[in-house]
């Protein structure tokens, strides 16, 4: 499936980059069947406003698969590490490194920090794992550092 009328969407809408990775190999077996993670990324200063910006992205993302009944799981951003939720303790789990490096959106700096060829390391992430077969970006293996 082309991805690309959601990519449309979400860069529409504000994100700065998006992209699109098999994640299957950095999965636990619970979540196994979720094997493509749509990494977003946008440019701002991280804070309470950026977080909800963020997770507005993932609620488009969510509305999109819905509707055509694909299963999902929103890994929502670092900084956002609601107490009491389920969601929080799978942090640990997936990193929204892997999305982004899977979808080839960057690289794994020296500094443990994405680094983007455009950005750099100033961006701020958020991911959502599907099921739906889409066709997928090309990922960046190695650091380039």
Known sequence: MNPDS?????????????????V????????????????????????????EFLLGLQGLIEAWLRKRNYRFLSIPPDSDRRNGKFIS????????KTAATCAGLGWIGKNGLIINSRY????????????TPFMTDRPITRSLC
């Open 24 to 51: 299957t190999e950095a999965l636990s077996g619970d979540i196994r069947h979720l094997t493509r993670g749509i990494a977003i990324a946008v440019r701002k200063d991280l804070n309470r406003d950026t977080v």
């Open 89 to 96: 303790r799978l942090y640990e789990f997936f990193s929204h």
């Open 120 to 131: 750099g390391p100033k961006l701020s992430w958020a991911t959502v794992l599907t099921d």
């Open 6 to 22: 959601l990519k449309d969407l979400l860069l529409s809408s504000g994100a700065t980059l998006t992209g699109i990775g098999d």
